[in-house]
């Protein structure tokens, strides 16, 4: 045997220069991110693509501070101008992924990593792929050199991304510290998934400082046990990892349907609803029963939790949840929680998802205290969203259904949906029982002197009013289609659904709230 052919040249400098850009090539920085609990951009990446399917783009881009640093140490400790950015596969499903890289010079977007996302954002939209964005990172890099700025306001990143609304499904990441311009590319994002270390914010210490509005550390900004609460985050997880693999779920109801799915018992949502009215029940557990089972997703959990949100599966099909809990609020339809559902609905409008709608509230939340949060005007968003939106829809009554609280999640009418079904012990009305008596009687309950007997004939008018509220009633004069076993709806979602066909995405911008 003869020797073996020396490697080219050219062929070796690039495995040099490609290894430079690697974890390994940087042990000091990445040692001290793993002490201090966090994971690599490309170890996210890794994690997150399927084997062997990365193509990266501006992987030997560096930062642009030639008149500051040599050129050798910029490919040293500036690999990809600190974000990671390309295109794999994600359960065999082409995503686009970026990460900025907190490793370097703290996640900062630098002028090259914008030409970069930029770069990226044309190709999303081009290919119309899914997103995937680690945004932990500190905001713009103040002290890039190669670039003649004043204001750097004519940056395009911004507009790019948000141009991409209804275009891509996208999900931003956050773990750590997400100020300034990173905030800003979380927060253009459909779903935002944040680390319980996540601290997001429009600024970070040193803005606020040099606004001599205080000194803060990074984590009073805006933590997560302010952000989930206030509508800011969709899900909190535990670390990196489990974000990943919750990026991976929402990834997969943008994957169309699926022929792996298993059913739970429907037997138990005959008595999933207490018999009486005036008892709170937990929603979620009906949400789950009817979906496939591990196929539930709610989003926005702590923030106005009277309204519920969740991506789940039916027999396969992604589908939309809009749900009363009367654990809060009596269910009612707050503004908080018209906000909520206004935006799931254009969410689910935009990708093709079609939304079912169980309602168990007494209507919309009424009082000069809420009045003065322009009630009027967000919950009018719920309506303005389902008067425009395009997918198939199902309403289910599962308990009560009264005024215009419950048009609204009707999506505007009984008969706005596909089809409407009430649960048998359902009731509905122009308002509840109870308040319809005391406003329609007044005048006979004035007349009677006694306290006790008032409430008396309150409660013998309310009965009254709730047997002819019954929604087999409502059926009788066909403002419902059907009263379905409650062990039933399942399959009656399932077949209307399946009768509806495939179902095309508007494409419109979802509203960042």
Same mark, same amino acid.
């Given at each position: 045997?003869?020797?073996?052919?020396?490697?080219?040249?050219?062929?070796?400098?690039?495995?040099?220069?490609?290894? $430079?850009?690697?974890?390994?090539a940087?042990?000091?920085?990445?040692?001290?991110?793993?002490?201090?609990?966090?994971?690599?951009?490309?170890?996210n990446?890794?994690?997150?693509?399927?084997?062997?399917?990365?193509? @990266?783009?501006?992987?030997?881009?560096?930062a642009?501070?030639?008149?500051?640093?040599?050129?050798?140490?910029?490919?040293?400790?500036?690999?990809?101008?600190?974000?990671?950015?390309?295109?794999?596969?994600?359960?065999? &499903?082409?995503?686009?992924?970026?990460?900025?890289?907190?490793?370097?010079?703290?996640?900062?977007?630098g002028?090259?990593?914008?030409?970069?996302?930029?770069?990226?954002?044309?190709?999303?939209?081009?290919?119309?792929?899914?997103?995937?964005?680690?945004?932990?990172?500190?905001?713009?890099?103040?002290?890039?050199?190669?670039?003649?700025?004043?204001?750097?306001?004519?940056?395009?990143?911004?507009?790019?991304?948000?141009?991409?609304?209804?275009?891509?499904?996208?999900?931003?990441?956050?773990?750590?510290?997400?100020?300034?311009?990173?905030?800003?590319?979380?927060?253009?994002?459909?779903?935002?998934?944040?680390?319980?270390?996540?601290?997001?914010?429009?600024?970070?210490?040193?803005?606020?400082?040099?606004g001599?509005?205080?000194?803060?550390a990074? @984590?009073?900004?805006?933590?997560?046990?302010?952000?989930?609460?206030?509508?800011?985050?969709?899900?909190?997880?535990?670390?990196?990892?489990?974000?990943?693999?919750?990026?991976?779920?929402?990834?997969?109801?943008?994957?169309?349907?699926?022929?792996?799915?298993?059913?739970?018992?429907?037997?138990? /949502?005959?008595?999933?609803?207490?018999?009486?009215?005036?008892?709170?029940?937990?929603?979620?557990?009906?949400?789950?029963?009817?979906?496939?089972?591990?196929?539930?997703?709610? /989003?926005?959990?702590?923030?106005?939790?009277?309204?519920?949100?969740?991506?789940v599966?039916?027999?396969?099909?992604?589908?939309?949840?809009?749900?009363?809990?009367?654990?809060?609020?009596?269910?009612?339809v707050?503004?908080?929680?018209?906000?909520?559902?206004?935006?799931?609905?254009q $969410?689910?409008?935009?990708?093709?998802?079609?939304?079912?709608?169980?309602?168990?509230?007494?209507?919309?939340?009424?009082?000069?205290?809420?009045?003065?949060?322009?009630?009027?005007?967000?919950?009018?968003?719920?309506?303005?969203?389902?008067?425009?939106?395009?997918?198939?829809?199902?309403?289910?009554?599962?308990?009560?259904?009264?005024?215009?609280?419950?048009?609204a999640?009707?999506?505007?009418?009984?008969?706005a949906? /596909?089809?409407?079904?009430?649960?048998?012990?359902?009731?509905?009305?122009?308002?509840?029982?109870?308040?319809?008596? &005391?406003?329609?009687?007044?005048?006979e309950?004035?007349?009677?002197?006694?306290?006790?007997?008032?409430?008396?004939?309150?409660?013998?008018?309310?009965?009254?009013?709730?047997?002819?509220?019954?929604?087999?009633?409502?059926?009788?004069?066909?403002?419902?289609?059907?009263?379905?076993?409650?062990?039933?709806?399942?399959?009656?979602?399932?077949?209307? /659904?399946?009768?509806?066909?495939?179902?095309?995405?508007?494409?419109?911008?979802?509203?960042?709230?």
């Amino acid at each position: 045997m003869g020797n073996e052919p020396s490697e080219r040249a050219d062929v070796a400098e690039l495995r040099r220069r490609r290894a $430079l850009t690697e974890d390994p090539a940087r042990a000091d920085v990445v040692a001290k991110r793993h002490a201090k609990g966090g994971r690599t951009a490309r170890e996210n990446v890794a994690d997150l693509v399927d084997e062997d399917s990365w193509v @990266e783009w501006g992987r030997y881009a560096v930062a642009g501070q030639r008149m500051r640093r040599s050129r050798d140490e910029l490919i040293a400790t500036t690999p990809a101008d600190g974000i990671v950015a390309g295109m794999g596969s994600v359960d065999g &499903r082409a995503t686009a992924v970026l990460a900025y890289d907190y490793t370097v010079m703290a996640g900062t977007q630098g002028m090259r990593g914008h030409k970069k996302t930029d770069r990226m954002f044309d190709v999303i939209e081009r290919t119309g792929v899914p997103v995937v964005f680690f945004a932990e990172g500190g905001g713009g890099r103040p002290n890039d050199t190669d670039f003649p700025l004043v204001s750097a306001l004519d940056a395009e990143s911004f507009a790019l991304w948000a141009s991409l609304s209804g275009k891509s499904p996208r999900i931003s990441i956050v773990n750590g510290s997400c100020f300034a311009g990173n905030a800003v590319i979380a927060g253009c994002s459909d779903f935002l998934i944040a680390t319980a270390s996540a601290s997001i914010g429009m600024a970070g210490p040193a803005m606020i400082a040099g606004g001599g509005l205080g000194e803060y550390a990074a @984590e009073e900004i805006g933590p997560v046990s302010m952000q989930e609460p206030n509508g800011v985050v969709d899900l909190v997880v535990a670390d990196e990892a489990e974000a990943t693999a919750a990026a991976r779920r929402l990834l997969g109801y943008f994957h169309g349907p699926t022929d792996d799915w298993k059913a739970h018992d429907q037997d138990p /949502l005959r008595d999933a609803v207490p018999e009486s009215s005036r008892t709170a029940f937990d929603t979620v557990p009906v949400i789950t029963r009817l979906a496939d089972r591990d196929s539930v997703t709610i /989003l926005r959990p702590k923030f106005a939790p009277e309204m519920i949100t969740a991506l789940v599966r039916i027999e396969g099909r992604p589908v939309g949840i809009l749900a009363n809990n009367s654990m809060h609020m009596a269910g009612t339809v707050t503004g908080p929680g018209s906000d909520k559902a206004a935006r799931f609905v254009q $969410l689910c409008d935009s990708f093709g998802i079609p939304l079912v709608s169980l309602l168990d509230t007494p209507g919309y939340m009424v009082g000069p205290d809420y009045e003065r949060d322009a009630l009027v005007r967000h919950c009018s968003r719920l309506l303005i969203a389902a008067g425009a939106m395009r997918v198939p829809s199902i309403a289910v009554i599962l308990r009560r259904a009264y005024g215009l609280g419950a048009q609204a999640m009707c999506f505007g009418s009984l008969k706005a949906p /596909l089809i409407t079904m009430a649960w048998p012990g359902a009731t509905l009305g122009a308002m509840g029982p109870e308040g319809a008596v &005391r406003l329609a009687a007044r005048k006979e309950l004035a007349a009677i002197d006694d306290d006790a007997e008032r409430e008396k004939r309150v409660r013998e008018l309310t009965a009254m009013l709730n047997e002819s509220s019954r929604s087999f009633n409502a059926a009788e004069v066909f403002e419902v289609e059907d009263i379905v076993d409650p062990a039933q709806t399942r399959q009656a979602i399932a077949h209307t /659904l399946a009768a509806a066909g495939p179902v095309t995405g508007s494409g419109r911008p979802v509203d960042a709230w």
